[in-house]
C-alpha cells in the first residue's frame, strides 16, 4: 500500500526549470516502479517518464526526452521529476504513479499498469 504526494508544481516561462518530487507513504517504495504522467485540458492522460524499482532502468516519451529527467531516493521514499527547458506544450496535470516494476517500455507506458496513483500538481508554461 502506498500513498502518493506530488509537489513543485508552478507556473513558469518558456525555457525554465522545475523540479517536481513525489513522496511516498508506506514502507514499500523501494519495491515499486514509478511513473509520471500527464494530463492536459481536453486531452487524455500521456505518459511522461518511468524508472524501475532499482532506478537502473529510465524510461521516456518522446515529447520529453532529452528535457525531462527522473530519478528516485528509496532511502527518502521520493521520485523525482527534473524538467528542463519548458514549453508551453508541458502545460498539464502532472500527476506520479506507483506499479509493480517491469522490463517493458509498453508495461510502463501504461496508466493500468499502476496501482497507486497522486492527485497532481499543475504546470503552467506560458511563452
Known amino acids: 500500500q502506498v500513498q502518493l504526494v506530488e509537489s513543485g508544481g508552478g507556473l513558469v516561462q518558456a525555457g525554465d526549470s522545475l523540479r517536481l518530487s513525489c513522496a511516498a507513504s508506506?514502507?514499500?517504495?523501494?519495491?515499486?516502479?514509478m511513473g509520471w504522467f500527464r494530463q492536459a485540458p481536453g486531452k487524455e492522460r500521456e505518459f511522461v517518464a518511468a524508472?524501475?524499482?532499482?532506478?537502473?532502468?529510465?524510461y521516456y516519451s518522446d515529447s520529453v526526452k532529452g528535457r525531462f529527467t527522473i530519478s528516485r531516493d528509496n532511502a527518502k521514499n521520493t521520485v523525482y521529476l527534473q524538467m528542463n527547458s519548458l514549453k508551453p506544450e508541458d502545460t498539464a496535470v502532472y500527476v506520479c504513479?506507483?506499479?509493480?516494476?517491469?522490463?517493458?517500455?509498453?508495461?510502463?507506458?501504461?496508466?493500468?499498469?499502476?496501482?497507486?496513483w497522486g492527485q497532481g500538481t499543475q504546470v503552467t508554461v506560458s511563452s
Open positions: 524508472i524501475s524499482w532499482s532506478g537502473g532502468n529510465t
Open positions: 504513479a506507483a506499479g509493480r516494476t517491469s522490463y517493458s517500455i509498453t508495461y510502463y507506458a501504461t496508466g493500468s499498469s499502476y496501482a497507486y
Open positions: 508506506g514502507r514499500t517504495f523501494s519495491n515499486y516502479a
